[in-house]
């Protein structure tokens, strides 16, 4: 295991990056980090919030700073927003601050995983299956950049969870975890 290095969970919305990397932090005893939670606090509101009245540019500009201050951290399991690594400078401060993983699913299964959508800002109101299919395409490219890809479509949180620690300490040459 790469002790000291961030784990980084990121890829399309409702892949369970939140719930899995909780679930990781526990198994590994690390603390866990959920971006979209910082950029709230720092914003002083809710998500869905800071799309309708500040717009998605500030939001942006709010992930940047929480991805940059996150970087500057170690040994922390991260979940960052499903738009995070879309921007390259994102990607390239979270690669440096450990190893980047994109959890993905298919369309079909973030359609029924998402609900209403009301908690995400671009996802909702009508026509959601032909909003997943069309930034799933514009993102993919980016999500494929990650260090290593897990498809979570057929999976419990539990066990994307145990694929990954095993995975983890497959890269690390069987070393302990932690
Ligand atoms: C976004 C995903 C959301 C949140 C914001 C934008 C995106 O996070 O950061 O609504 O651009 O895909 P989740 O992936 O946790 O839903």
Redesign the pocket.
């Known amino acids: 295991m790469e002790e000291k290095k961030n784990i980084i969970l990121c890829g399309f919305?409702?892949t369970g990056?939140?719930s899995v990397g909780q679930r990781l932090a526990a198994m590994l005893g690390r603390d866990f980090v959920d971006l979209?939670s910082w950029i709230e606090s720092e914003a002083g509101m809710p998500?869905p919030r800071i799309f309708s009245t500040l717009g998605e540019p500030a939001f942006r500009a709010l992930e940047v700073r929480m991805v940059e201050r996150v970087a500057e951290r170690t040994g922390c399991v991260v979940a960052a927003?499903?738009?995070a690594i879309v921007n390259p400078k994102n990607l390239e401060a979270l690669k440096r601050s450990g190893i980047v993983i994109t959890l993905t699913a298919d369309p079909e299964t973030i359609l029924s995983r998402v609900g209403t959508g009301d908690d995400?800002?671009?996802l909702r109101g009508e026509g959601k299956a032909e909003r997943i299919r069309l930034l799933m395409a514009q993102r993919n490219e980016a999500y494929a950049k990650a260090d290593m890809i897990v498809d979570t479509s057929s999976m419990s949180i539990e066990e994307v969870a145990r694929h990954i620690l095993s995975r983890l300490e497959e890269r690390a040459g069987s070393q302990v975890a932690g």
């Open positions: 919305m409702a990056k939140s979209d998500i927003g499903g738009g995400r800002p671009l």
